[in-house]
């Protein structure tokens, strides 16, 4: 992401980026840069935009060729295509295409031996996007609130992330929130934070898991019960946790490698990677697998109808904080 930061700084391009991630804020953010470091946010005339995997090559290169109006620079964008999967010719002509014609393909995921890819990565940049480690989430966070004159404790800022979840859009809104609540006060409190912010789901389930680790079944079933007020779903509930554990299965049979390189794998931010880790400990690897095997046993008799959903993901809890 520095790189791309200083081909903007210094108005010095690629002819291809890559951006693909599981970060969707990151993504965009650097998205909308490069697009008004290359043609700036007036330039309709010489931007194209194409989306979705029905995308016909052809018209990408028609568009391609044509030459930019009053102006040096053609952008095309091309996001979530899959083109990075398939076979495709796109990758031949990106190495020979007209030096006024710019491309950024935007993905959620691509594979590495793709002919495509090979080719960005020769003639282009790639930046892989899954969100930032722990310390950045944080200098990050405080530096949104600051630019509003806001000021956080180290504390009251990791409260402030494990309410907000994992999702950096998500963050943006709840630190909107944040800043218009707290008016002239200069420094953000606990009590702030409780009046506006909202407790993601991915986090009410991450509090749910830790209370059955620790065998805490009446606050596990509260929890529970807090998300069917806010009106979620049970059986998508019932996915979160199975998602959930699934994830700290990972992290086990993962433990000892990069953090970065877990998130990857894992399809969590690498700031979140610890926090998971931890959790993971307070699990066997056998007692995981057996939860999985329930939550699945449990679906299929929701769907088989001998059992109410809401009822079911009950049982579950009480099961799992009795093991």
């Avoid at 930032?132 to 004159?149: T, Y």
Wanted: hydrophobic share 40%; with cysteine.
């Amino acid at each position: 992401m520095q790189i791309i930061k200083e081909h903007i700084k210094q108005n010095q391009f690629k002819q291809c980026y890559l951006l693909y991630g599981t970060e969707e804020y990151l993504k965009k953010l650097y998205k909308n840069k490069l697009k008004t470091g290359i043609i700036g946010d007036e330039d309709t005339m010489n931007y194209t935009y194409f989306e979705g995997k029905s995308i016909e090559i052809p018209k990408i290169i028609e568009v391609a060729e044509t030459l930019p109006f009053f102006s040096e620079r053609r952008l095309i964008l091309i996001e979530n295509s899959g083109l990075f999967k398939s076979s495709n010719e796109l990758a031949d002509y990106i190495r020979t295409m007209p030096d006024y014609c710019y491309m950024i393909f935007v993905e959620s995921e691509v594979d590495k031996r793709n002919r495509l890819y090979k080719a960005v990565k020769e003639v282009g940049y790639i930046s892989e996007m899954n969100g930032m480690d722990e310390k950045d989430i944080q200098l990050w966070v405080a530096q949104l609130l600051k630019r509003s004159g806001k000021k956080i404790t180290r504390d009251t800022l990791m409260y402030f992330l494990n309410k907000s979840g994992t999702d950096m859009e998500g963050m943006v809104q709840e630190v909107e929130k944040l800043i218009c609540y707290a008016m002239d006060k200069e420094v953000i409190t606990v009590e702030d934070i409780d009046a506006v912010c909202v407790t993601q789901v991915s986090n009410q389930i991450f509090l749910m898991i830790d209370a059955i680790a620790s065998r805490k079944q009446r606050q596990a079933l509260d929890l529970y019960y807090d998300l069917l007020t806010l009106r979620e779903k049970p059986m998508s509930i019932l996915f979160l946790i199975t998602r959930h554990f699934n994830i700290l299965l990972q992290i086990k049979e993962l433990k000892g490698q990069n953090r970065n390189e877990v998130a990857k794998k894992v399809g969590v931010p690498p700031f979140a990677v610890q926090k998971y880790m931890s959790q993971a400990d307070n699990f066997t690897k056998q007692g995981l697998i057996e939860n999985l095997k329930d939550c699945a046993e449990m679906e299929a008799q929701v769907k088989t109808g001998f059992m109410t959903d809401q009822m079911t993901v009950e049982l579950l809890i009480v099961k799992f904080s009795q093991r």
